[in-house]
Structure formats: structure tokens, C-alpha cells
């Protein structure tokens, strides 16, 4: 372990005597929490949202009331995840035409659920009244676990990328290869490095949005360590898989853009992709923002577990055992 620990404690070094780049570590999560209280500060609130589950269009009362200019219908194929949507005050009314008895639910706890409410009862009959309740889901509580997510595929995947290109283009890993030290020692003190930093700045992150935000955290705080702890090291990995033989930054850049941007429309980030292709969704699952962002989600909105997040950081540990072996089996330590 003595040659991990020296290649260790020298990046460490290297990085927190650049002061452009520590700067900016601590810059960019000041910048990002400022980005999310200015962008949320203000909700829009104007439409009521109502989800329909089953086929309505034969009551002409009820096509007429979603019709009007201040609903916004949106279809629920699935009726749990329509009910899950009511709790979180995501949807004002859900209307159900699956048996003999139309029904419609509300949360309870929603002041525009109730006023949707009064609007329904005024304009359609013969619905059964279901209630529901629970503790609202903002957009920027849902948003964050992905804007974190995002943070930390970016932190890690160019933070090892680049430096080792680097390192093999000023012929830095030349001279290491001189030494006895082995490509899995040198890999292995790179993501153990790059992995505290990581974790600093998310946590800094997390913490000022936790703090400006009020964000809702109903599960525990080590799960969530332990997402972001596995969630980085398969970023890391996966970066070190690509830097493992590339030649100049240039394309070290084009290979990780390539990495990131897939990710980054296809990981439930922004927005999610329940309506989407199966195919599109089975690629997601093999991406490992998918999998943070999915389990940091499910701790912070759900209150899961670690039982329930367990399919989540078995498959980032896969990950990262696969890409750190291969990653070492093909690594390069001179440019050609």
C-alpha cells in the first residue's frame, strides 16, 4: 500500500495547490444553489392538473370540463402511480372510469385540490369522492436528486479524465511506469482522490439546497451518503475506463461528451421517462445516473430504504469492480 498512498497524498496535493481549480470547486456549488433558489423561487401555479385514468371521452361533461383553458389533463395509464401523484400534490384532481362507479381523488392537504374540487362538482355529476393525503412534492424537491446526479457525473467523470491524459501527454506516466508501481495501484489512488472531492462539493451542495430550499428529505441521511459514496466511484470508474488509453485531451473530451450527454437526456434528470419506449428505457438502465438519481429520488421523496434501493447500488458496484478491472487490464502508460 505504500506506493498507493504516495500517488495518493501527491494528487491531493497537486490539487489543492492549484488554486484555480480548488477555487472553482467551491465557486461552482455556490453558483448552483443560487441557480436553484432563483429558478424555483416562483412557481407557476396558474392550471389546475388533473390526471384522467380510463377512457372518459363518452361523458360530455367531463370532456367539456377538461377542456377548459385553465386544466391541464394528464393521462394516467397506471392508477397507483396517478394516487402516488395525488399524495404528492403532483396532480389537483385524478378522475377513474375503470369499473361501474366513476370516481375521483384528491389530496386532502391541497388547497388547489379543493378549489379543482368546487370547479368538477359544478360542472360533472356522478363521481364518487375518494380522498387521499400527503406532503407536497415540489418540482425542485424531484429535480434536485438530478441536478446532484448531474453535479457528480460531471465532478468525477472529467476530474480523473483529464488529468490522466494529461499525466500521459507531458509523460508523467512514463516515469511512474519506472517505478513499481502498477497500473491498479495508480488507478485505484486516482479514484480514491478524485472521490473525497466528489464528496465535498456534493455535500455542499446538497446541504445549501437543503438549507435555501427546504427540500424534503424523508429518508435517511447515511443511505443517501452511501448512493453518492457508490455513485461516484462508478462515475469515477467509468472515467478511468476511458482515460485508461487515450491519447491527447481532445479526444479525451469528445469520448467523455459522448459519455455524459446520453446521460444526461436519458437518466431521469430533468424529467422522467415513465411514457417513454421500453427500448429507451432499458438503455437508461444501463447508464449509472440512472441508477443515483432513481435511488437518491427514492430516499428523499419516498423514504425507501436500503432493501428498496439494494437492485440501485448493486448495479453502481458492478459497475465500477468491472470498470476499474478493465480500465486497468488496457491501461497505456505511454502515448503510443
Not at 49 to 62: F, I
Not at 85 to 112: F, G, K, V
Not at 187 to 194: D, E, T
Request: net charge neutral; aromatic share 10%.
Amino acid at each position: 500500500m505504500k506506493e498507493f498512498f504516495a500517488i495518493f497524498v501527491a494528487r491531493n496535493k497537486e490539487y489543492y495547490r492549484d488554486r484555480a481549480a480548488i477555487g472553482w470547486a467551491f465557486l461552482f456549488p455556490i453558483l448552483v444553489i443560487a441557480a436553484c433558489a432563483l429558478a424555483f423561487s416562483n412557481p407557476d401555479t396558474s392550471v389546475f392538473a388533473v390526471g384522467v385514468h380510463g377512457d372518459l371521452s363518452s361523458d360530455a361533461e367531463v370532456t367539456e370540463f377538461l377542456t377548459r383553458p385553465y386544466i391541464k389533463t394528464v393521462a394516467i395509464p397506471d392508477l397507483e402511480r396517478g394516487l402516488e401523484r395525488i399524495r404528492h400534490h403532483q396532480l389537483d384532481l385524478l378522475l377513474a372510469a375503470d369499473d361501474s362507479t366513476p370516481r375521483y381523488w384528491l389530496n386532502s392537504e391541497s388547497s388547489t385540490g379543493a378549489a379543482a374540487e368546487q370547479l368538477f362538482n359544478g360542472a360533472v355529476a356522478g363521481f364518487s369522492r375518494q380522498q387521499l393525503s400527503g406532503r407536497e412534492i415540489r418540482y425542485v424537491d424531484w429535480v434536485i436528486p438530478g441536478v446532484l446526479g448531474m453535479n457528480l457525473m460531471f465532478g468525477a467523470l472529467f476530474g480523473v479524465g483529464y488529468v490522466i491524459v494529461r499525466y500521459r501527454h507531458n509523460g508523467v506516466l512514463k516515469r511512474f511506469h519506472a517505478t513499481p508501481l502498477t497500473a491498479f495501484q495508480f488507478l485505484g489512488a486516482q479514484l480514491l482522490s478524485r472521490l473525497l472531492i466528489v464528496l465535498v462539493v456534493n455535500g455542499l451542495i446538497f446541504v445549501g439546497c437543503l438549507i435555501l430550499l427546504d427540500l424534503i428529505v424523508l429518508g435517511s441521511y447515511l443511505n443517501l451518503l452511501l448512493i453518492t459514496l457508490l455513485g461516484a466511484m462508478a462515475m469515477i470508474a467509468l472515467g478511468l475506463l476511458v482515460a485508461s488509453r487515450t491519447a491527447n485531451e481532445e479526444l479525451a473530451g469528445g469520448l467523455l461528451n459522448a459519455a455524459t450527454w446520453p446521460m444526461l437526456l436519458m437518466s431521469d434528470v430533468w424529467f422522467t421517462l415513465d411514457d417513454a419506449p421500453r427500448w429507451m428505457q432499458e438503455t437508461a438502465n444501463l447508464m449509472p445516473l440512472t441508477h443515483i438519481v432513481k435511488a437518491t429520488r427514492a430516499v428523499m421523496i419516498d423514504g425507501a430504504g436500503l432493501g428498496e434501493v439494494a437492485g440501485h447500488l448493486l448495479w453502481l458496484g458492478v459497475m465500477t469492480l468491472i470498470c476499474l478491472g478493465v480500465a486497468a487490464g488496457l491501461f497505456r502508460w505511454h502515448r503510443r
